[in-house]
């Protein structure tokens, strides 16, 4: 929604690449139009829990049935920035209903890594391995198709 940067990102990327401007809430595509949608950090920068669920219902609607769903968001909220909010399991269960979900805590959290990746990149990658300071969900979605009887 931010016009200069579609602008400047039009300019960086090659001409095949199609980039738009608008809103997540109201997709300009067709139903079924994409094999993969991705979302990273959209809706933890949303506050609004019904924005959320239009956000989520364009998503399942642009995406093909046996198509995917690839998230990529914060699930702890940000003590240093009122504006961020973490999306927890349970809450991308009820934004996505009847879909299959796999999620992995992954990223360790970014202040830690700036501390510490300047004395140890081990004590980062274990710390990462332990997941119990990872901020983030790497997941993947899929709609439920139903059984045929």
Same mark, same amino acid.
């Given at each position: 929604?931010?016009?200069?940067?579609?602008?400047? +990102?039009? %300019? @960086?990327?090659?001409? #095949?690449?199609?980039?738009?401007?608008?809103?997540? !809430?109201?997709?300009?595509?067709?139903? *079924? +139009?994409? %094999? @993969?949608?991705?979302? #990273?950090?959209?809706?933890?920068?949303?506050?609004? !829990?019904?924005?959320?669920?239009?956000? *989520? +219902?364009?998503? @399942?609607?642009?995406?093909?049935?046996?198509?995917?769903?690839?998230?990529?968001?914060?699930?702890?909220?940000?003590?240093?920035?009122?504006?961020?909010?973490?999306?927890?399991?349970?809450?991308?269960?009820?934004?996505?209903?009847?879909?299959?979900?796999?999620?992995?805590?992954?990223?360790?959290?970014?202040?830690?890594?700036?501390?510490?990746?300047?004395?140890?990149?081990?004590?980062?990658?274990?710390?990462?391995?332990?997941?119990?300071?990872?901020?983030?969900?790497?997941?993947?979605?899929?709609?439920?198709?139903?059984?045929?009887?």
């Amino acid at each position: 929604m931010l016009a200069d940067r579609v602008t400047e +990102a039009k %300019d @960086l990327s090659p001409d #095949s690449i199609r980039i738009e401007c608008g809103s997540a !809430a109201c997709l300009g595509f067709a139903d *079924a +139009a994409f %094999d @993969l949608v991705l979302q #990273s950090m959209v809706f933890s920068s949303v506050l609004d !829990a019904s924005m959320k669920r239009q956000i *989520a +219902a364009e998503m @399942l609607r642009v995406v093909k049935a046996d198509g995917w769903i690839l998230w990529y968001d914060f699930h702890v909220n940000n003590p240093r920035n009122p504006d961020v909010r973490g999306v927890n399991k349970e809450e991308i269960f009820q934004l996505f209903p009847n879909c299959q979900i796999e999620f992995h805590r992954i990223t360790l959290a970014p202040p830690l890594v700036r501390f510490l990746a300047r004395h140890s990149w081990v004590a980062c990658y274990v710390l990462q391995r332990l997941k119990i300071f990872n901020t983030h969900y790497l997941g993947i979605i899929q709609k439920s198709i139903p059984v045929s009887e």
